[in-house]
Structure formats: structure tokens, C-alpha cells
């Protein structure tokens, strides 16, 4: 048998969420040996939103954590996390929110990022009317174009936010998910030229008598490029499952497939043509065809999708009946598992379990 079939797979209704839970802790051993320590290593929790899964990070010595949402960040406290920061700039009622998961959770640290005064000055207010302060991390631009402050204008706000009375800055985040080169030397000739605009910012706001700043950087295709770097944190995130594009993109790194989506043949139209259950609401939809490959049925050629039915050729359908089981691996994973509910767990090719992927919801309960 192959490693991904499941004996009892006919207990389970598709298409479906698969976790198969030794992969998934042989995915974070491997972390754990790809850092010089543990320390450094703060993974983000975006791919995964799963209890258990950041349980099982925590059960390897794993104490600092990165989410998205409050919900993430939620998720964390109630089991317990030591060290969570929020790597998106709260505004509007999401501070408030912040602000109420801190007095619920006092054992968890929180802290959050900023890269505009009157956001950080908004939620200095509010945390010091509450006698509150926040640890923040000034967030970087250095080519993701998508948040952050360009490096040579951060000093500035950074002299601005530190006498705000409800917050405290205490690091610089600099996401770098715009590098991601397959070659892993051009991969770290651009992480070490992003990388340098953080170290003369450090180095900067130390110039003018301020603390050190903590380094937050680096998502999957980057981290390993930064573990060799002192007081730095690392931020990956699909390393836990790992899907297609990353295994393609990344030949350097080791991680294996840990989570699989479920489908089964609905209908054979003609003798070229199957129909699996499979839809845009079943398997993350934003990359051109293939949107997932499956495992026991490589080559398969997708030519159409829609909200239940994925349509495939294949050379000869006198070789599938319906009801015949797909196992398959989504290019990404990460917005793939915001689309269940729960998650089936697999172990020893059997599924043993349900975990409920609780932080694909905007609200838990704060």
C-alpha cells in the first residue's frame, strides 16, 4: 500500500480534509533540526489554524508563534501558547478585540505590528486607557510591496511610536514572501540584500541610544536562509503540511506531503472524460490548472472546474469506476484548509480521529 491510502476510507464522506498525523510530526522534527535553535523558530500558523497541530509544535520545545487574525491568535491562547504576535496591523474594531484577548489570556504574551503612527497611536491609546501596554514590531517593506514601511523612512515613525504611552517597540518584522527563487543560491543572494536594509534600521535606532531591536523574518522559502543570523526569529508556515508548489519550487527543503484532500469519481461522461467532487469549495482556487495532483492518478489533466465538480481527461476511463477514491496534493495548501470545517486524522492508514480546524472562522469567541 501506498503511505497515503487509508484502510477505512469508506467511513469517510468527500471530498475531505486528510491529516496524517506522523507526517505532520516528522514535518516539525525536521524544522526543529533545520534551526540552530529552537529559539529561533516562530511559525506562523496561517496554513495550519488547527489546535492540535500547534499542540504538537509546542510538544517539540516550540514556544513563539506568528497568526493573521484574531482568531489565530485566540486559537493560541486557549491552548495555552506562550508567545503569540500578530503579523497584521489591527485598526478599527480588531484593536478592541486585540485589547480583550489580552485581559482574557494574561499567561499568553501578545504582541502585534504597526507601520503607520495613527494606527500605532490608536492602539496606544486604547491599551493605556485600559493601564495596558503592548509590545509592538515595526513592520518593513523590503520588496513584498504589500505592508509595511520602507526601511529608510521606518526610523522616523520609530522615533515618533516610542513615547506613545500604551505601546512598546521592542522588534522589527520584515516578511520577505517575494523571494522565491527555485535556485536556493539566488535565493539567499536576495534574502542577504533584503535582509541588509533590516540590519542598518537595527543598527540605527541602537546608534541613538534605544535597545536592540528583536528580528522577526522570513516565511518557507526564505527561513532557511536566515538561521545562521543572531536574534533572529523565523516565520514559516506550510512547512507543517507542505503542499505541491512549495515541493516544486523548494527542491532544497525536506518537508514531505502531511495533509491530502479527499475526492471521489462521481461520473464518467465518455471514454476520456471523469468527474470528481471536487469543486472550487473543496481545493483552494486561485492558481491556474492543476489546482491539485493526485497522487494515485498522476497525469490526469484537468480541464474544467467548477463549485462541486473538478473535470479530468485521462486516457482510458474503462479503468475508473464511480466511487473510486483520489488522494490528492493542492499546489496550495494553506487557503485549501480554510475551506473545511474539520479535519480527518489519519494514523497507521487509518483515520482515528476529527480535528476542527477552528481558526478558519473570523470569530471564535472574542
Known amino acids: 500500500m501506498n503511505w497515503y491510502t487509508i484502510e477505512n476510507i469508506d467511513d469517510i464522506d468527500s471530498p475531505a480534509l486528510v491529516i496524517y498525523k506522523e507526517r505532520v510530526n516528522e514535518n516539525i522534527r525536521l524544522l526543529t533540526t533545520m534551526a540552530e535553535d529552537v529559539g529561533q523558530l516562530r511559525p506562523h500558523v496561517k496554513t495550519n489554524k488547527i489546535a492540535e497541530v500547534c499542540r504538537m509544535m509546542m510538544d517539540h520545545g516550540i514556544t513563539k508563534f506568528k497568526c493573521a487574525t484574531i482568531a489565530e491568535a485566540e486559537m493560541l491562547a486557549m491552548i495555552n501558547a506562550p508567545d503569540v504576535l500578530l503579523a497584521y496591523q489591527p485598526i ?43 509590545d509592538v514590531y515595526i513592520d518593513l517593506n523590503t520588496g513584498m510591496n504589500r505592508t509595511g514601511i520602507r526601511p529608510q523612512h521606518a526610523l522616523q515613525l520609530f522615533e515618533i511610536i516610542e513615547s506613545f504611552a500604551g ?23 536576495k534574502s ?29 522559502p526564505t527561513f532557511p536562509t536566515h538561521t545562521h543570523r543572531q536574534n533572529v526569529e523565523c516565520s514559516p508556515g506550510t512547512f507543517v503540511f507542505w503542499d505541491w508548489g512549495y515541493n516544486n519550487n523548494l527542491p532544497d527543503e525536506p518537508f514531505i506531503f502531511a495533509a491530502l484532500v479527499i475526492a471521489r469519481i462521481i461520473s464518467i461522461p465518455d471514454a476520456d472524460t471523469i468527474c470528481v ?33 473538478l473535470i479530468l481527461r485521462v486516457p482510458d476511463t474503462s479503468l475508473f469506476s464511480a466511487g473510486d477514491v483520489l488522494y490528492g496534493v493542492p499546489v496550495h495548501i494553506c487557503p485549501t484548509v480554510a475551506l473545511y470545517e474539520k479535519a480527518f486524522v489519519a ?9 476542527r480546524v477552528i481558526a478558519r472562522d473570523r470569530k471564535i469567541n472574542i
Not at 497611536?121 to 486607557?129: E, Y
Request: proline letters at 4%; hydrophobic letters at 40%; glycine letters at 6%.
Open 92 to 134: 478599527g474594531p480588531k484593536v478592541f478585540r486585540l485589547l480583550e484577548l489580552a485581559k482574557a489570556y494574561p499567561s499568553t504574551h501578545f504582541s502585534c505590528i504597526t507601520d503607520d503612527f495613527r494606527a500605532a497611536n490608536n492602539i496606544s491609546d486604547l491599551f493605556s486607557d485600559n493601564d495596558m501596554v503592548l
Open 167 to 189: 505601546i512598546r517597540v521592542v522588534g522589527l518584522h520584515a516578511y520577505d514572501g517575494h523571494i522565491r527563487d527555485k535556485d536556493l543560491v539566488k535565493r539567499k543572494e
Open 192 to 220: 542577504d540584500e533584503a535582509f541588509e536594509q533590516v540590519v542598518l534600521l537595527a543598527k540605527s535606532i541602537e546608534a541613538i541610544g534605544k535597545q536592540s531591536m528583536n528580528i522577526v523574518v522570513g516565511g518557507t
Open 277 to 309: 467532487d471536487l469543486g472550487h469549495k473543496s481545493v483552494a482556487a486561485e492558481n491556474p490548472f492543476p489546482r491539485v495532483n493526485f497522487l494515485n492518478l498522476p497525469g490526469a489533466e484537468p480541464i474544467g472546474q467548477s463549485e462541486e465538480h
Open 347 to 355: 494514523e497507521n492508514k487509518n483515520i482515528t480521529d476529527e480535528w
